[in-house]
């Protein structure tokens, strides 16, 4: 397994190209099964979830075609369609499961493999009950069996009011892309509403899927017989852009991020002015430089959008680590979100954990030693802490990042980290 290598510390200058977001790829390539037509999605991240995604579609029949150096992919159905949608692909990721709302609405049949990816709640994983309770509500049946789905439906799915008990983006996802070639009207209730949701409903509504907000959190979709031939650019990872505005904060950058609407992480940004950094924002750049000091900050709380992202949590830990005095952060949607607070404390960190909330003590020179990563958001955390640790930090099972990162190591490079990657 490959490793990074980070000798630190590192100061943080110059400018960054923010990447596709790979949690709105990932729903967008499941969406393309709904459609007779060829797609082309633009603006891709070359990540490993992408691939994985990319092979799940060519697995059941989907033809690939790249260009624009694997940034751009047509997708077009070929006359052997599957719906098998094997464990050995979808072991490795979460949105696997994505496959199994538009497999039964298109072809009203699809065994599909329970999900893999970061186990973040506990012993339970990351359950996907709610997706197949709503999706019996509209006319899905299933089965488990040795670790599949045997979903089927009597002909089209058919219009309901769903109402979610608990918000989730996944099962957001899987209902909007389900109720698109249904019959009648859906309304869902209590959906998510995170911006890679609205990408996925532009793009299906620039294929002529009939999709209305109404209010904050319903959605409302009116079946179409079928999805026309459409173009469509990926919006920018907001994970990604937190990441480095982090990382400029952290390590006293000066940083220029480009290709990304300030407007998406509003929350994210006022938080770090707070602990200091100066910020300016463009239409679609941020210029952020850190501060000298980097000020605490109480009762952080993880939340759905607009709140702060539980994805990013790991990545604040880092920088309250070195804030002057202590701060919190609640984590309110994932059980397994502070894995990587021990290995912080590898390198000097002090936090306690109890129940769902992190205090951290700050004002701690890290010393640098060797980490492991536990999910893709704390590899990242942990890279950023290696930039800021004296000598050098070796963070292991670095795939985890290649999951959700386009070419960290070399945009790090590019802006001042001695970052290399050992094979």
């Known amino acids: 397994m490959d490793k990074f290598v980070i000798k630190g510390p590192c100061k943080v200058r110059g400018q960054v190209s923010i990447s596709g977001s790979k949690n709105s790829s990932l729903p967008i390539l499941a969406a393309t099964l709904l459609f007779d037509k060829p797609v082309i999605v633009q603006n891709l991240p070359r990540v490993r979830d992408v691939d994985t995604m990319l092979n799940l579609l060519k697995s059941l029949g989907s033809n690939i075609q790249f260009s624009n150096n694997k940034k751009t992919v047509k997708i077009t159905k070929t006359k052997k369609q599957k719906q098998f949608a094997s464990y050995s ?43 197949l309770e709503a999706l019996k509500k509209i006319g899905m049946k299933y089965e488990i069996k040795k670790g599949y789905i045997h979903a089927k439906s009597k002909g089209k799915l058919r219009g309901s009011i769903i109402r979610f008990p608990k918000i989730s983006v996944g099962a957001t996802q899987q209902l909007i892309m389900s109720a698109v070639l249904g019959l009648g009207k859906f ?19 620039s294929a002529g899927a009939k999709i209305k907000w109404i209010g904050k959190r319903t959605c409302q979709i009116i079946g179409v017989n079928s999805l026309r031939e459409t173009k469509y650019s990926v919006m920018g990872d907001r994970i990604e852009t937190g990441t480095f505005c982090v990382a400029a904060t952290l390590a006293k950058g000066d940083l220029l991020i480009e290709n990304f609407d300030p407007k998406l992480i509003k929350t994210e940004l006022n938080i770090l002015k707070k ?67 021990m290995e912080l404390q590898r390198l000097g960190a002090k936090i306690y954990i109890k129940n769902r909330t992190a205090k951290i003590e700050g004002n701690k020179n890290f010393i640098a030693a060797e980490v492991m990563s536990s999910d893709l958001r704390a590899s990242a955390a942990l890279v950023l802490a290696g930039i800021v640790s004296n000598g050098n930090t070796i963070v292991t099972r670095v795939y985890h990042c290649d999951r959700g990162y386009e070419n960290f190591e070399n945009k790090l490079k590019k802006i001042g980290v001695k970052i290399k990657r050992l094979k």
């Open 89 to 131: 692909i979808v072991k490795t990721m979460r949105a696997g499961i994505l496959v199994l709302g538009p497999l039964v609405a298109k072809y009203h049949k699809s065994i599909s493999s329970f999900p893999g990816g970061c186990v973040l709640n506990g012993n339970s994983g990351r359950p996907i009950n709610l997706h």
């Open 187 to 205: 309304t869902l209730k209590g959906v998510a509403s995170e911006p890679e949701i609205k990408d996925l409903t532009n793009f299906l509504i």
């Open 275 to 341: 602990v200091g950094a100066k910020i300016k924002l463009f239409k679609n750049s941020i210029h952020i430089k850190g501060p000298e000091k980097i000020k605490s900050i109480r009762n952080i709380t993880t939340k759905e959008y607009p709140g702060f992202p539980t994805d990013l949590a790991p990545q604040l830990m880092v920088l309250l680590c070195k804030a002057s005095g202590t701060s919190s952060i609640t984590e309110n949607i994932f059980q397994g979100r502070f894995l990587h607070a």
